[in-house]
């Protein structure tokens, strides 16, 4: 790195951050063996073998062939390999055929990813002050982007996993939860009126551009609850026989519950279920360590949208609005904002007052998936930290359950 | 009528105006044979005969059991048959086999129509002045109804002849388009700030429950466009390939757009279609009177919320959200508001700060179907005089295009 | 009739039989209303009306058309909607969409019906003494073929009530079951050795094109069953687990009953289904009377190859194949051969060595459906008297249960 | 091996053939990657490692268990995970899901492999000469049944690679077809009359039970081809609308080809396809060697039997029955009977006269297939030599194209 660089500290906190981050990739695929990381157990989620390579292709696509004019593609087949959804980058495989993928070998993906991290520790060194600029934005996101396929590669693995008649283990968990007892749920109340939700506009930090522009809304009083609802909870509504009574659930879900056979969480496991050992338990929980004993404190995650909803009327309650939630997160006795669960929002996941996509390859990034899905904000236990923001919008369809989703309380104040 | 009750004119209104919504259905059905009223051509669509007995049923449920104690149900056997979606009204005939019931004949659902309308008269009679007030409300709650199915009923059997081979005429148009031209597209701004979005709250007419509370929403400035988009225009969108590129669509409407083969609106077809006249047109449009040429002036419809979405990206421009739409609906110089098709919002189905569903039966009304579904504004041209107002929400599936949807457009300011 | 000509006599038998064929097809349509006889409940299964108008056509195509030269069309868009299956006859309604012809009415095509009959009986009156011979052989295939029609139209609206949460009557069963016992089953010895199968090679009388060439089988010894398998025995493999255990069952068989839920014949109905009056009898069987307490010496019927031979399996037998039953149907002492029910045998439907398609039009009649399908051998009670012969071949695939098919035991010798 | 044993001779021989097969699995695996052997690209075919583990579990089951007193299973869970379809042997992964198995990893299914040949081993030497026949019979079968997964291997990984868009080459084809040119081809007739079909009932070698017993049946007198149908006469078919015109095909088959969009063999790769080099070539053929320019005068190969009896049909021709087939396997002058494709029969799978399944556990073998399938005869490049035999009874669905079968036509003498 030229010391002489007025930006030469820039660079260098940049080196040192893409190094942290590629490196935390692979430590998430470290307790897997070449054929876990090759698994895809439903369409929705990927190999780990894939993500490694998508999110190397991806600094490719967007930061080593738009600024490093010599770079050549280590393979012009990974195009259509490791491409997920842009539809200006070409054909490529079908997402429901990732699993097929047993070339490149695991072995030819790692050597991806280091002659792409060379390029790019190069190209950190050699861009010219002009363009540097431009180049360290595309570098924050490509770092976004890979932090958030950290996330979804421990999400699909244990999917898969789950698939597995012997429930595996990947290893320990990533932020286990540890806490012995859940202190009572407490609401928070917020007196409403107008709120800027949104990135801040002042700030010079990250957002993707779902969260802009920043805008004001006029929210109406409400109240939240200062803590997520546990599995403890959780388990009071499926013994009430929640899942049984169409009262409780939308039309959407109830059709879900009775076409899927929804009877719990995602991952609950039943005391008579011949996977587990018998045992006093009424539930064990599938997670990163196996099938455990379900904690009763700890925040119920893997519930669907549907479930959520489900739950919050039943106790008499709603889901908060992804502004309420927003709004509110400022608010003092606020708890389990960030690392316990993605909270999902009775928020349709539609545009901002406003809002454009980027431009260039990634306008395709968020824009096109605003519909069919509900907002989560938060972030959960497999997020790495430092990834989620007050006004991080995550967004997923409301039958969705193998992500790190749970339930946060809200009502008229 | 007793005319010394003070509510007298009331009753007699009322009176006037059962027999004027009832007949109206019966009007939209009489065009049809017995064969044609049975038909169902798809589980979203229902025979004009259930509408018959649906509509009749409803009014046995909500207004006759509760209000007249000494009316007796005309067959038990209806409530299986007739239950559109309560569960807490009992086991149902799927949705999908409706076509399936050739029992009871359309000349015995009439004849339930007869009976429930002189119950209904005579319960409007005798009923106490201090049960009136409530009975009223169930009136006013069964004739709106009653006008959602009037609507159903023409949007149902135009898909379900579209489905035959001879595309038959329904008879004439409930509201046939006679414009020659279409003035130029102008934009009509607003300048944002705090709107009051909802059921008047002064008002003492009827509301859905879905428009309540009215509630202060904040608003961008923006612009709408003073009346809808033509077919000529979107034939332009059609010309262009607009169908065959990835770029101006929804993930999920590129999704549907291949799974479904869409290559134009549902009712278009084009000039080599051997169903029509060889003739030098290059469209005709299916509809109550037939396949016709294409009125290139007259509003689009029949697209889906995807296709409105991609027209207007196309463009340039974008959809309205709901809010947008009743803030702008009171504007000078707009047009094509009522009357002419539903409007496509860029706003998901999702509840008003503070909502609440009515309470008894009625909380299945609307309330449960809020996922999964896009707003749509104004009327269409089967929407019964009438029936709609500014704050009118009303909300169908994203891909649905078998009801008279168009587009309005919006950009900010 | 001109008396003169030699031939006059089989014109004169023949007009006799035409106007009986078509007024028994009339007859069976004669209990059911307009809407009953418009209802579709299966791709598989056709309207009445549906019936009533094919069977015009095909008289239309395969007797009018190459005969009558001066004969026109009724109307030429019947090709599209009466064509069942005949490729060379153009583009047609799909089989699953016959349920939306609401057009042409019922009583359009009872006038389709009476002009194709004064058209067909002017020309059994005009036609040369050289082509009567072409005539006739066209005749006796449309009627062949109608009455074929004839038991799919009990069938199929058979079918359509019992999705009738009413379960309605059609009226009296055409050939009611009045035996109060069933005498114990006895076997039936064949010695074996060379037996010759299909269409008597002597005859005049007709036989479709799946029973020829007549050809020479050898037979190892076996015995047959002297009565078809009743419902009572039938009951006894319900109440000792049939249906749930996977050893009795062909691999396609056991994945049909898990994926449908099959847990008894089609039309069994157990004693705590809401629909029938609660009584002190285990089952009641749906039929063209309605919902009636089951008979337990009547034949089994309404249940699948899969069931058929999962009971003979479990009875430590077999079912006979084709050529056995044809060998051993002259044996004495064989009962319920004819008129009962079909009888599944062990027996793929595939072609007979030699066996060539008829010439033109009917060359699709029978050939292109040898794949998948199975043999059943003798008559139901739905199947018009006179109609079936020892090697008549009916065939339906291995898990249809709407036929009325029951079962025939066979073993070793 | 005690050398003082009456069967020693019989138990070295067995010893050496053992090992032989056993490890020509392990061959057949050899030049596929760990990730390689992983895939499951559809639920009929399996991955590599499955088929190493399952083989090995059905020698634990089928041998060691019954023989082998002390032996304990090497992990119980394995009964799960590699049981094909033995309900009496009870739950198991569903075949879908055997892709997402990747533990046990297969590092571990070759330690299974070698743990249970030495068991094997040990109990081939310690059997008492009175159970030796016993044995001798289970490993026998045991050893065929793993010679039906050595092709299988072959067959699904080809089916894997194909699905890839690299188009991987395996390696070496196991048996090349090198000839330059096709001789014309012949007919060769047969008599008709009495012909003895089925396992050879003076011999002592081994057949399945699907193959007894043996019994006469009597033929027409008929010709076969000498030889296959080759790729280039195939190609002429497809030239000539073949697969554009309904009359050619079954009525199952039309549908079929109509909904998958079948337009030539499941490996054929039209010239402009982007995955093969711009060439002179009309067709690429895809295979263990990739894809490679087609061979016109090579067998065709991965057609369904709808497209063999399609293509007969066009021909003017027919194929053969199983039992023609048999008995012409033995005339002078016939070609191409094994080891170059397996040759789709005009013959349903059905149980032979007095066909037996095999007692224990082997009784779901053969039998509970017999249905929906057709015979096949011959055997392919793919099948290990000396695995079949003329009666050696093959059999797949009639849309199955990811064998290696191919076409032998027939005809009335």
Chains 1, 2, 3, 4 share one sequence.
């Not at 990813?113 to 595309?138: F, K, Q």
């Not at 779902?210 to 006029?218: A, D, G, R, T, W």
């Not at 939308?250 to 011949?274: C, M, N, T």
Request: net charge neutral; glycine share 6%.
């Amino acid at each position: 790195m030229n010391a002489l660089r007025n930006d030469a500290p820039a660079r260098t906190r940049m080196l040192e951050h893409y190094g942290q981050v590629r490196a935390a990739t692979l430590h998430r695929a470290s307790p897997l063996s070449e054929e876990d990381q090759a698994v895809q157990s439903m369409p929705e989620a990927s190999p780990t073998k894939w993500h490694l390579g998508h999110t190397t292709w991806f600094a490719e696509k967007f930061v080593l062939q738009p600024f490093a004019a010599a770079y050549r593609a280590v393979d012009r087949r990974y195009d259509a390999i490791f491409n997920s959804y842009y539809d200006a980058l070409g054909a490529r495989v079908a997402r429901a055929d990732r699993g097929l993928l047993s070339r490149p070998s695991l072995a030819e993906v790692l050597d991806y990813r280091r002659i792409v991290d060379e390029a790019v520790l190069a190209l950190l060194d050699e861009v010219s002050d002009a363009r540097w600029p431009a180049l360290e934005r595309a570098l924050i996101l490509a770092l976004n982007h890979e932090e958030q396929h950290q996330e979804l590669m421990l999400t699909d693995i244990l999917h898969a996993f789950s698939r597995h008649p012997q429930l595996p283990a990947y290893g320990p968990a990533p932020r286990p939860y540890l806490a012995e007892e859940a202190a009572p749920m407490r609401w928070i109340g917020h007196a409403g009126g107008l709120a800027t939700i949104g990135r801040r506009a002042s700030g010079t930090s990250f957002a993707f551009d779902n969260e802009s522009p920043p805008h004001k809304v006029y929210l109406q009083p409400f109240a939240v609850a200062h803590r997520l609802v546990t599995c403890g909870e959780f388990a009071d509504f499926v013994a009430d026989g929640g899942y049984e009574e169409p009262r409780h659930w939308l039309a959407d879900g109830w059709r879900v519950v009775q076409s899927e056979g929804w009877k719990h969480p995602l991952y609950w496991i039943p005391r008579d279920d011949p996977r587990i050992e018998p045992a006093g338990h009424d539930w064990h929980v599938f997670g990163w360590s196996g099938a455990q004993p379900m904690q009763p404190s700890a925040p119920v995650t893997n519930v669907s949208f549907y479930e959520a909803d489900a739950y919050a009327r039943w106790r008499g309650s709603r889901l908060p609005t992804e502004f309420e939630w927003e709004a509110a997160s400022s608010l003092r006795g606020m708890q389990q904002l960030i690392g316990y669960a993605w909270q999902w929002t009775r928020s349709s996941y539609d545009p901002y007052p406003g809002f454009r996509p980027w431009s260039g390859l990634a306008a395709e990034y968020n824009g096109k998936f605003m519909s069919g899905q509900m907002v989560l904000r938060g972030s959960s236990a497999a997020t790495p930290l430092g990834h989620a923001r007050p006004s991080y919008r995550n967004y997923f369809p409301p039958a969705a359950r193998w992500q790190f989703a749970g339930i946060r309380l809200a009502r008229v104040a």
